[in-house]
């Protein structure tokens, strides 16, 4: 049986970035990596620029900041200035618009006083060539790489890409997740269960799992214990980058998930890890040859998971494996991973496995991070996880754990 | 001119709670805050469930947790019990199948042995009453509230509204936010700029943020300087919760938005805030009559931010303002608001407003947040936000910032 450690090694091992996709730039590809380098296409800005709303002048015509000017032309953003200006003369000019032939400085319009005759009385002591103006390029030079490979798709890059002309950019794409739930007792939601019945609570919860970790879930629907139609199902969920079987994967003597998915070509690199809930957790891969078709090369094609069917073994099963995998399959650093917080009130625990338990974790910016394990009866209790936003990692063995001891937390939210 | 502090106030106490909707249980509402309270259909579990693979039988049978017993029936999960286990009895069981009559404990098949003519050899000393039965109803019971409006939508509640039958339920919706760039010189991203010309960087990244926020972004294109061009696009986002302008609020004399907004009802509560960058930050209400006719009572209909066109400025007023704003339409708490980081070198600096300057904000187990400031030019400066996650706060005046000082951050992502 492997550790928890050992196992998400050897998932980390088989999860490798997908192959890169053009995509548009729209909100959908928000949170994933850019897959190469975006060099502008132009100087930016593209021309010395006014910052201020105000008067394009010459510098050398003030004296102590002063000087009455003749105003000949004004130019609004968007325009070109069609006359330089010459001494003694300005031009009105907009925030963001090209600063004119001769100009050297902007005056904001604040200091500025219009008189009659087309005239403007400029009074700004600290003028000094180059204010207010930006300067041809001082953003980026055409021609520069001004994003990297490997850079994730955020507000800032969003605009980046559109200020260099970009509407679509190769990234790492959103992992395509079949989720399959498994079990003739389970019923859709929808549907009252009779005697001997559960509802598929799995499916819905694993797909917003998938979700929120930026993956793409796709639910395949409930398979019956029964192999044709397991084989056919499981058969679609290959097709995927990734499938998430919910049941049918512990040693019990109707579970036939295991042996369908060897006879389809997956390898099964574990199907037991040490922890509770959720013991039984499979993982395995369809390997598939090199799409670049070099000698043969194996590549993995679909990672299997198999999570147990109670809820709480379920969610934890996810997080554990499957949300790192995706993340590694979208190129992005594991996370979320363990935090040490301090328990806040004692927490007496005998368990044989290392467990997962629900918890309550909470961040003060004077005593960092803070938790407290919440009411939870095992792995069937999704009640108790409603309560909870994370699960505080309870050795083996017959503890009492004490207020003010430090312990690992496996967060599974990022929200503020 | 309003704080940073004081014009958030008077944002919020604009921005309440959108009316509820019924909504599909998709992914689509994850995150999104439930709007009623959610009952339980039925008891759960619904029978007393077997909690193991293993054999239901009575534990008054065994001798040292010792018995052969007559195995009399095989129970799937999914399938219902069709015999009492009687004395010197057992029926194997399958996890999460319903325990049957006269059986009072499930012994796990490990502990199990079987034999010719349909016996097993049981050896579990810790056999006792209800070992590995999970009660009827001991999770809820019909009738029982599970979650309590103003619940947040995360997967365990996923889970949770499918165990008790729920595919739809009233939820806060995510606001509809029209975005609408105004300005002559701004063009769309695929066009290359002319002469005076910028691409419209901030209208794709308004749009994620607004997306990152959890709302609903809609871009209405690209206003003209032209009143009538500017008035039918607003006329249209005011049909939105939110109207995000950029650009075009700012005192220049062909900045036409904050008279035609006045001119469609728009109240402007505020229109510049002591802040760097981004001074020129509008924020107004139009206000309609409640739709439940409640004599003529004003409700805010639609809340208008009008942002600087500098992409930087754009950026910060977003986060301060508009994300809390949402935040709140979703019934949801501020956040991500403030947290105290301390400056990893020097910083000296010098402004005559509060500066929310871009930084580099990272978290470490041991020492607590740790906050540097990146390099940046100024409020045109997109480019330089890439290497930034965050906006330290720079007090006015003329400043040595230590390293080891303490300053305010303003957190924007809530990645791991």
Redesign the interface.
Known sequence: MQSVAQALEIVLQNAKPLPARTAP?T?SV??LVLAEDIAS??D????D?A?M?GFALRVSDLRNGQAELVIIEEI?????PTRAVGAGQAS?I?????IPQGADAVVM?ECCETLANQKVRVNEPRARPRLNI?DRA???RVGEI??RAG?????????????????TARVQPAPRVAILST????VE?????G??????????????????AGAD?QFLGIAR?EPQHLRSLITEGLRRDVLILSGGV?????DLVPGILEELGVRALFHKVAMKPGKPVLFGVLFGRDPMGSAGLETSQTLVFGLP???VSS?VGFELFVRPALRALMAL?P???L??ATLTKDHPYRTDRPTYHPARLSWC?DA??AVEPTAW???????G??P??AFVVLPEGDHVHRAGDRLPVL?V????
Chains 1, 2 share one sequence.
């Open positions: 730039l909100t928000l949170g296409d132009l930016m800005p593209p021309f620029k910052m709303d609004p953003a968007g325009r070109t009105r907009m925030t963001g618009a090209p319009i930006l001082k953003e980026m001004v994003l850079t994730r798709l955020r507000p800032q890059e969003f605009g980046l890409l559109a200020a260099v002309g970009r509407t079990g003739d007792e389970i939601p929808s549907i009252t269960p005697l001997g019945q559960i509802r598929n609570s799995n499916g819905p919860m694993l797909q917003a799992q998938t979700a929120r879930p214990d512990s040693a019990g003597k109707l069917g109670n809820p969610m650093p996370g979320p991973g935090v040490q910016d960092g991070w009866f095992g792995s069937p209790d999704l009640r996880l409603s909870a936003n967060r939210e990022n929200d503020f």
